[in-house]
T-cell receptor
Framework: GNSVTQMEGPVTLSEEAFLTINCTYT??????LFWYVQYPGEGLQLLLK?????DKGSNKGFEATYRKETTSFHLEKGSVQVSDSAVYFC?????????????FGKGTTLSVSS | DVKVTQSSRYLVKRTGEKVFLECVQD?????MFWYRQDPGLGLRLIYF???????EKGDIPEGYSVSREKKERFSLILESASTNQTSMYLC?????????????FGQGTRLTVV
């Protein structure tokens, strides 16, 4: 079945450091891929997405490229801020049935200190 | 501004009680979902619904049921609450229209069963 694996956290960085959070997936066909972010005390919100191979999603300085050959969708940011402290979830959506739920990784907690 | 609203942010219930968690969306989405979020386990799908009165089991439906009498409302029911159901519960909705559509989340209900 479809699944998502993301790197274990927590990830602790200083402000302005480079961020990478690894995400790999297993899926039949050609899924869409997402990164969601959960700020403290809030629900999840979409950060970025990519719908086909070699697409790059980007938002708020974050980027991720859909790599079909390595089945990966790693999240990167060149210079993190304290306000980026949150939990980040990689997710995929298959194309096989109506109403398909997103399948999520376990989440990676990012803590950025000044 | 699109919204998924969960009726309670925090709930404390006693073991054996019947518990109702309510979720309402204002986006006319066909699909609605209930997840639970636990540290180290990420988001796990409990139930979802792709139409009024339709429901499908997710990965962990045991001990739960759902109701969808109107398109905008999706209720999660704990038939007899137990301490292992203490968790964060997240409701989401999503439009039918392909794997690249975004899911929108409520702010979550933190349920404690004592």
């Amino acid at each position: 079945g479809n699944s998502v694996t993301q790197m274990e956290g927590p990830v602790t960085l200083s402000e302005e450091a480079f961020l990478t959070i690894n995400c790999t997936y297993t899926a039949t066909g050609y899924p869409s891929l997402f990164w969601y972010v959960q700020y403290p005390g809030e629900g999840l919100q979409l950060l970025l997405k990519a719908t086909k191979a070699d697409d790059k999603g980007s938002n708020k300085g974050f980027e991720a490229t859909y790599r079909k050959e390595t089945t990966s969708f790693h999240l990167e940011k060149g210079s993190v801020q304290v306000s980026d402290s949150a939990v980040y979830f990689c997710a995929l959506s298959g194309r096989d049935q109506a109403g398909t739920a997103l399948i999520f990784g376990k989440g990676t907690t990012l803590s950025v200190s000044s | 501004d699109v919204k998924v609203t969960q009726s309670s942010r925090y709930l404390v219930k006693r073991t054996g009680e019947k518990v109702f968690l309510e979720c309402v969306q204002d986006m006319d989405h066909e699909n609605m979902f209930w997840y639970r979020q636990d540290p180290g386990l990420g988001l796990r799908l409990i139930y979802f619904s792709y139409d009024v009165k339709m429901k499908e089991k997710g990965d962990i439906p045991e001990g739960y049921s759902v109701s969808r009498e109107k398109k905008e409302r999706f209720s999660l029911i704990l038939e007899s609450a137990s301490t292992n159901q203490t968790s964060m519960y997240l409701c989401a909705s999503r439009k039918t229209g392909g794997a690249n559509t975004e899911a929108f989340f409520g702010q979550g209900t933190r349920l404690t069963v004592v």
